[in-house]
């Protein structure tokens, strides 16, 4: 039996991450807290990403209400499925107990373990940041540094003239990952396929809506540059569904919103999956939990997708500070 208790937050981006699904302001999220009758404390978070197909935080906090004070692993692992953010954050605070692992030493272990891929500025504001930080991020970037780029919030006309001047901007040996959050037409798609034929493009993440699953598979047939799903695959059920349905690439996978590690791990190890792990921009608590994963369960040594720190007005250990 532990105590249970919990502690939303919410913290401010320095300016909106702009998307496909629009632009985010605020990341809202709740810190979970396990206490046995020994003391040990486990700590998980709840970092709903709704349009990913998660709850949203409204949900996960009437379900927090709903919860009662003294809790057992039987409530834990009932935790419907409809609630993804809820059951993975609950099962690390539970698995942490007694690891007792939450901290920036565990978590700087655990960032050392794989590259780690930096999210860039959206749209035109990259070519500026590379203009007058190239020095800077050159001294501070390994050469063969990881770095994202959103694409399909504007005209691919203008994207694409974007995109080439990115790739001159960029260190000579770095890898580039552009992600449509599904923003992209088979035309355009097409479009940005070609473009990327022959260039340092790592894959190209989600570029079709979820409904547009074989299109996708095409897609990955007829060019040599990888495509990664992301939206389509958010949650366990929808990774079953795209293996049956004959999914043999990439899964990006987002830990703090896809549901239960134990049946992730299950999952994985039985499809022998080509994953990626990525962030929903969680503060160290969920990323911690995130990363043991991927140390787990990514077969392939590719940087991992959590290089978030530098959108946020504030840091983690600020965030945390004001909820204890």
């Not at 401010?12 to 998307?19: A, E, K, N, V």
Request: hydrophobic fraction near 40%.
């Amino acid at each position: 039996m532990y105590r249970f208790s919990f502690y939303p937050y919410r913290r401010q981006f320095c300016q909106p991450l702009r998307t496909h699904h629009g632009a985010w302001n605020t990341r809202e999220g709740i810190i979970l807290k396990l206490t046995d009758k020994a003391g040990n404390i486990g700590l998980g978070e709840i970092a709903p990403l709704p349009w990913f197909g998660s709850e949203t935080i409204e949900q996960a906090i009437k379900l927090c209400h709903q919860l009662p004070k003294q809790i057992d692993e039987t409530k834990i692992f009932a935790i419907p499925n409809r609630f993804p953010a809820s059951q993975f954050a609950f099962e690390s605070a539970l698995s942490s107990v007694t690891e007792n692992s939450h901290s920036k030493t565990r978590l700087k272990t655990l960032l050392n373990t794989f590259p780690n891929s930096q999210l860039l500025p959206t749209g035109k504001a990259v070519l500026s940041l590379f203009d007058f930080q190239k020095k800077e991020l050159e001294s501070r970037f390994d050469e063969k540094q990881t770095f994202k780029w959103k694409i399909g919030v504007t005209d691919i006309k203008t994207e694409l003239q974007w995109f080439d001047r990115l790739l001159q901007l960029l260190p000579p040996h770095a890898k580039l990952r552009l992600d449509a959050n599904g923003g992209l037409t088979w035309e355009t798609a097409n479009r940005w396929l070609a473009a990327c034929e022959g260039k340092s493009i790592e894959f190209l993440e989600q570029p079709l809506p979820i409904d547009r699953f074989d299109e996708m598979l095409k897609l990955q047939e007829r060019y040599t540059t990888s495509i990664a799903l992301d939206e389509s695959v958010a949650t366990l059920a929808q990774m079953e569904t795209c293996i049956d349905r004959g999914w043999r690439g990439l899964f990006v996978v987002k830990a703090s919103i896809v549901g239960s590690p134990a049946q992730l791990r299950q999952l994985c190890k039985t499809h022998h999956l080509d994953t990626v792990f990525s962030s929903v921009f969680e503060t160290r608590i969920g990323r911690e939990s995130a990363l043991k994963l991927a140390a787990e369960l990514q077969r392939v040594p590719r940087a991992v997708g959590f290089g978030i720190e530098h959108w946020f007005a504030e840091d983690d250990e600020t965030v945390l500070r004001q909820i204890w």
